[in-house]
């Protein structure tokens, strides 16, 4: 391989370029037919990445990983859908 000034040594990173440039190309020309397949290549190609949010455990920390998520999202589950206590049947009888 060349030097970094030879025009050897940028003609891999040219050629990676182009192909990229080319494929682009493509897909807007074929979008370009209806809109409904612009409309769609625009918000492919301008939308940003969902955030990543995490979610608290019982201790107070950040947790991301999405294994932790889940395991924090079901003890809430659990916990909001746990089975009241049998009432005594002497209190129930007084209402």
């Not at 037919?33 to 625009?42: A, G, N, P, T, V």
């Not at 999202?73 to 129930?92: C, I, R, V, W, Y």
């Amino acid at each position: 391989m060349g030097s970094p000034t030879t025009p050897t040594a940028h003609a891999p990173a040219q050629r990676q370029l182009a192909k990229a440039v080319a494929r682009r190309a493509a897909h807007v020309s074929n979008a370009a037919e209806d809109w409904k397949s612009l409309h769609q290549l625009y918000r492919r190609l301008t939308r940003a990445p969902a955030p990543v949010t995490p979610l608290f455990d019982k201790t107070g920390k950040y947790r991301y990983a999405v294994k932790d998520q889940a395991e924090i999202l079901a003890k809430h589950l659990e916990e909001q859908f746990t089975a009241h206590p049998a009432p005594d049947s002497s209190e129930a009888a007084l209402h």
